[in-house]
């Protein structure tokens, strides 16, 4: 199946090398004669009914019927377009699901045609924009004028943006409600905050949604937005702050006059924190988020005295109460304690403000137990509160047995306030299922929620309630129960299960070799999850968020294959099929839609096989992940989801050359290496000869013309067949084709197909040495089969007394050439060829005059002109030519398009060592190509390496292939060849050329509407 024969490529290498380098304009009478020994009379006729045909009629023949009958195995049926749904903005790759779909079917979405594909038996397409959202009917034609019709079959949406998130700055325990505004909200839309789910989403309008946000460290946190066939990620959309929460501030006391240096830990601190003490501010000296602390000096109080304490930044802030004590007296005392209440269980840490604590034997009591001293000094200590029962008792200072001071009612003891478990731990995301939530104080709980939705509860006792679970969309979320400022939290304490669903998954298509990246979005993931994909595992199977999988698949078959998700051991269904596809490039190139996650790459010889095994990147990096080698069938895909857009990618193989495509934005690329050393038994006098027929005849000269100068007479006649084009290679006709005296018998060797037999009957001067023909003779419409002999006679009778002014645009002249200008005249005769006439001419204007043209009329009656022109240096390289067709023969004059510019070296210079991995162009001339192709040879003449890249770009970068070090000697590439090699750079113009589609057809000459070429010397390697 992949070893399919390139054709044109074949038979284009065979002949003419590994890429065609034409010669410029030159007289085809110096090309040289066949070998004797492949004279037409030893080869054998080619058995086909055409040249049968052509033989019976004298090997004349009509010119061809286009007319042709189609036949469709199938009734035409349209059933479905995958994916459905889609952005105004277009180019949504989609399938089309049916029946007697073939690549001649069109495809419109209402009155909009689309651009199709029939790719393994699948018509593919990427969707138009559209002007509006709503659904079209999508309508199906084929040849025989059937059509069949989808009403609604896809439906153009607003593309999913965001434009604002508010609040979009939050504490880290979410639980707050955001509201989001932006296009192409749908109510099935699912909102994940880093790598969780916000357990509820309401919308509102198209333009307007609401949701709860999940806790989240610190810091920015990407916001995700998936819906069935739709998903869009808002990196920093929001910012997590650590609410601000005092600890402990050291020493609690000092003089009124201020000045006091203290630290107070604190949570959630930043370098942009603020502290006042009763409102006054402090200086900040120093502050460590990342320790917790924070020193300030302590302003001036105008009385001794207790003073509460501020903390704020740009998200938060904190206060307490009496936390440090203004005091000037050194007596010993209890001056204020902070915080002020506890958990009843003890453990609370306890800023004191107080003097003689630090003395021997000094002790602190909370309702006459004693605390736990952490650090004291002479004004002030940390302490940890011991256990005592709910309610406030009072706070003493002792000196042994000696009680010094007392805080009467200084401290409250709080109900002990804990969640232990929830059970079940999971339910339905539908809510209304009735869990047990334990734990100490429950009897004091006001309020309980499941992240952040609210839940109703029944209060059993203080160790329990029963909480009826609210609905909320899949998710896992904190459960919490709040007693008036205070609260307990249990994370991750209950996931909300959502049926198992798949609502998309893209790409929908991909590569045989396997590798394509897919991302598969939906709900209910959560779980032991496993997944086939036509009967075979997938690889690199990942849960990256609450809604989405990501995988790669496997090698599979051409067509549609099933997934087979299981989540639980339960199945899933998918909502279509995953289809494959043979990415072949017929004649190779770059075919498929926009790089949009994977490329595609098939590696092959000169005769269409695969090349196993062969090196492929992508990028110019030596660590891009995107690299491998090819399977059996010589493909591989790279694919990631980073993968976007236009790709530099090379392609290299043992004993093969090397290509490197630039910049092409197409899934699909075709490339061919070429051997990088000879043939066995090449170069010992062997070859290829292109097949050849003979004509034989006789020619008379019956022609008048009272235009043509009385003084030049017939006396010399050429007689040849008509080229297939104007820039291919020719056959010489051989010496028997010139007749001196200008009449009588001729034999000629031709190349074989139709043609056209033309004999150009003039005057030649032996003093200069040239030929002005007169009178040409002609006869149409014949068939050359290989080694086939056809008896025709002519007649020059047709005066050749026209003639047609060419204006060159920009013509180009540079010191290394191009120096001069050149035209020749070509006639057309459609499926016959052309027929090259005489009298060129070169010089240094940009209006060329050429003469000799014949009158269209009678059996050249349906011809057009056609001209060859061009700038040159000395009639070779560096050149730029171009090809004027379809000119009416009526015309006495015709305009060139501008010359395309020609490519030089600018570094290295000619002969120079590549040393940055950059082959810099410039360009003599105006119009830059289309592409340029661009071929190093070795000293042998095989090609190298070989550069496709747009002719906008002047750096070519070379790839940081690997050493291939891990391969044996005899099977790794050798891309760096050592020594001098040769660089042959065209600039290509193509009529109506894409270069994210081209082919290998679009190197052949026949092609080109114009080309420019240059040659130069380069080292890869200073070996």
């Not at 819906?227 to 808002?234: A, E, K, L, N, Y």
């Amino acid at each position: 199946m992949l070893v399919s024969i390139l054709l044109s490529v074949m038979v284009w290498s065979s002949a003419c090398g590994d890429d065609v380098e034409p010669d410029p304009i030159d007289d085809p009478a110096d090309t040289s004669y066949p070998d004797a020994g492949n004279d037409a009379g030893d080869r054998d006729v080619i058995d086909d009914s055409d040249a049968s045909d052509a033989e019976d009629d004298g090997g004349r023949r009509p010119p061809p019927d286009d007319s042709g009958d189609f036949e469709f195995d199938e009734d035409l049926a349209l059933s479905a377009v995958i994916p459905a749904r889609g952005p105004t903005a277009g180019n949504t790759p989609v399938r089309f699901e049916g029946s007697g779909l073939t690549s001649e079917t069109q495809i419109f979405f209402d009155d909009e045609p689309l651009e199709t594909r029939f790719e393994s038996g699948q018509l593919v397409a990427s969707t138009p924009p559209a002007t509006s959202t709503g659904p079209v009917t999508v309508r199906a034609f084929n040849l025989e004028g059937d059509s069949v019709e989808l009403i609604n079959g896809y439906t153009y949406a607003d593309p999913l943006q965001v434009e604002s998130f508010s609040p979009s700055v939050l504490p880290t325990t979410g639980g707050i409600e955001v509201t989001a505004r932006g296009r192409g909200f749908t109510s099935e839309l699912a909102i994940n905050v880093g790598e969780r789910a916000s357990p509820r989403v309401t919308v509102i309008s198209d333009e307007l949604l609401r949701f709860i946000a999940p806790p989240h460290p610190a810091g920015a946190a990407t916001v995700e937005l998936v819906g069935p066939d739709t998903r869009t990620r808002v990196t920093d959309a929001l910012t997590y702050f650590n609410e601000l929460a005092i600890l402990s501030i050291s020493p609690a006391s000092g003089p009124t006059a201020g000045g006091q240096l203290v630290t107070i830990t604190a949570e959630g601190l930043t370098d942009d924190i603020e502290v006042s003490f009763d409102g006054r501010p402090a200086m900040v000296e120093a502050v460590n988020p990342a320790a917790g602390t924070v020193q300030v000096r302590t302003p001036a109080a105008s009385a001794a005295g207790p003073a509460d304490l501020q903390i704020l930044n740009g998200h938060s802030a904190d206060f307490l109460a009496d936390a440090y004590h203004y005091d000037d007296s050194s007596a010993p005392a209890l001056l204020g304690i902070s915080p002020a209440r506890g958990d009843a269980a003890g453990g609370t840490l306890v800023s004191v403000a107080v003097r003689g604590l630090d003395a021997p034997g000094a002790e602190l009591r909370f309702g006459g137990e004693l605390a736990t001293l952490l650090t004291t000094g002479p004004t002030h200590a940390l302490v940890l509160t011991p256990p005592g029962s709910p309610g406030k008792v009072d706070v003493t200072l002792h000196q042994g047995p000696t009680l010094i001071d007392t805080l009467p009612d200084a401290f409250d003891y709080l109900p002990t306030l804990t969640l232990e478990s929830v059970t079940p731990a999971q339910g339905s995301s539908a809510g209304g299922e009735v869990v047990e939530l334990r734990g100490e104080g429950l009897d004091q709980v006001s309020s309980v929620d499941f992240g952040g939705v609210a839940a109703a509860f029944t209060l059993i006792d203080s160790t329990l309630l029963e909480v009826t679970t609210p609905a909320a969309a899949p998710s896992v979320v904190d459960v919490r129960v709040r007693q008036g400022q205070r609260d307990a939290t249990l994370p991750d304490a209950y996931r909300f299960v959502g049926e198992p669903e798949i609502w998309s998954f893209y790409p929908t298509r991909g590569a045989i070799a396997g590798n394509t990246f897919v991302t598969l979005q939906g709900q209910g993931l959560e779980g032991d999850v496993a997944l086939t994909l036509g009967g075979r595992p997938v690889t690199e199977l990942e849960r990256t968020g609450p809604n989405t999988l990501t995988f790669r698949t496997p090698a599979n078959a051409v067509g549609p294959h099933d997934l087979d998700l299981r989540v639980e051991g339960l199945p899933v269904e998918a909502p279509y099929p995953f289809t494959y596809f043979n990415p072949l490039s017929t004649f190779g190139g770059a075919s498929g839609a926009p790089v949009d996650g994977a490329v595609n790459i098939t590696v092959l010889t000169l005769d269409g096989q695969p090349i196993a095994g062969a090196f492929v990147m992508l990028s110019t990096r030596a660590d891009t992940p995107y690299q491998g080698r090819t399977n059996g069938f010589g493909q591989l895909t790279l694919s990631g989801p980073d993968v976007l857009g236009p790709q530099v990618i090379t392609a290299t193989a043992p004993t093969f050359s090397t290509v490197t495509t630039h910049q092409v934005d197409a899934e699909n690329i075709t490339v061919i290496l070429s051997p990088i050393e000879p043939a066995e038994g090449e170069g010992g006098g062997g070859g290829y000869y292109p097949p050849i027929g003979v004509i034989r005849g006789e020619v008379r000269v019956t022609g008048k013309d009272s235009e043509i100068d009385g003084s030049l007479n017939v006396n010399l006649t050429r007689v040849r067949t008509s080229q297939s084009s104007m820039t291919g290679p020719t056959i010489n006709p051989g010496l028997r084709g010139s007749i001196a005296g200008g009449e009588g018998n001729f034999q000629i060797t031709t190349r074989t197909g139709d043609m056209a037999l033309v004999a150009f009957c003039g005057h030649f001067d032996d003093q200069t040495e040239t030929f002005t023909p007169l009178f040409l003779g002609i006869e149409r419409y014949l068939f050359v089969g290989d080694g086939q002999q056809l008896e025709v006679d002519l007649e020059c009778d047709i005066p050749l007394n026209r003639s047609l002014a060419v204006q060159l645009v920009d013509p180009i002249f540079s010191p290394d050439g191009p120096n001069t200008n050149r035209a020749i005249g070509y006639l057309d005769l459609g499926y016959e060829g052309y027929v090259r006439l005489f009298g060129d001419r070169t010089t240094l204007e940009s209006l060329i005059r050429l003469q000799s043209f014949p009158a269209a009329e009678g059996i050249l009656s349906d011809i057009t002109y056609a001209v060859l022109a061009g700038s040159y240096r000395n009639g070779g390289v560096p050149y730029s030519q171009i090809a004027l067709e379809t000119i009416s023969p009526w015309a006495t004059s015709a305009t060139s398009p501008p010359l395309v510019a020609v490519p030089r070296p600018v570094s290295p210079a000619s002969g120079g060592l590549v040393t940055d991995g950059k082959l810099r162009l410039g360009l003599d001339g105006v119009a830059e190509p289309d592409l340029f192709y661009i071929v190093v040879r070795n000293a042998q003449g095989l090609p190298v390496w070989t550069f496709v890249v747009p002719g906008h770009e002047r750096v070519v970068q070379l790839p940081e292939l690997p050493d291939f070090s891990d391969l044996p000697a005899d099977q790794r590439p050798e891309p760096y060849q050592p020594g001098t090699l040769y660089v042959v750079a065209y600039g290509l113009r193509i009529d109506d050329f894409d270069f994210d589609r081209f082919s290998y057809a679009d190197f052949s000459s026949d092609r080109w509407a114009a080309f420019s070429v240059n040659t130069w010397q380069l080292r890869l390697s200073d070996e």
